[in-house]
């Protein structure tokens, strides 16, 4: 009953910019951490960034000082904006929460998934 919907990703040269958004629906009691998942061809799910409720961040190495994960409690919304795009950086990207639902029970819940590629 719960579901988050990825949107904002596509196709970006190197350099460039996206920016990703998730949004929690559903019988959602409350959300603790929020977060983006990677994973590339060939290749684990790798964690890219995650926000806790109270908005303290944690970031792979690979993306510190060109990705900004940030979110609306209001709206159940996860944002993460991606600048100075790489090659490397090409994969489907995932939105997890941490939640509860409205039957106080603890989920870890993911998106579908949505597509980056950066190419030239």
């Known amino acids: 009953q719960v579901q988050l919907v990825e949107s904002g990703g596509g196709l970006v040269q190197p350099g460039g910019s996206l920016g990703l958004s998730c949004a929690a629906s559903?019988?959602?009691?409350?959300?603790?951490?929020m977060g983006w998942y990677r994973q590339a061809p060939g290749k684990e799910r790798e964690l890219v960034a995650s926000?806790?409720?109270?908005?303290?961040?944690n970031y792979a190495d690979s993306v510190k000082g060109r990705f900004t994960i940030s979110r609306d409690n209001a709206k159940n919304t996860v944002y993460l904006q991606m600048n100075s795009l790489k090659p490397e950086d090409t994969a489907v990207y995932y939105c997890?929460?941490?939640?509860?639902?409205?039957?106080?029970?603890?989920?870890?819940?993911w998106g579908r998934g949505t597509q980056v590629t950066v190419s030239s």
């Open positions: 997890n929460a941490d939640l509860l639902a409205v039957d106080y029970r603890a989920y870890r819940s």
């Open positions: 559903g019988s959602i009691f409350s959300i603790d951490t």
């Open positions: 926000i806790t409720r109270g908005g303290s961040t």
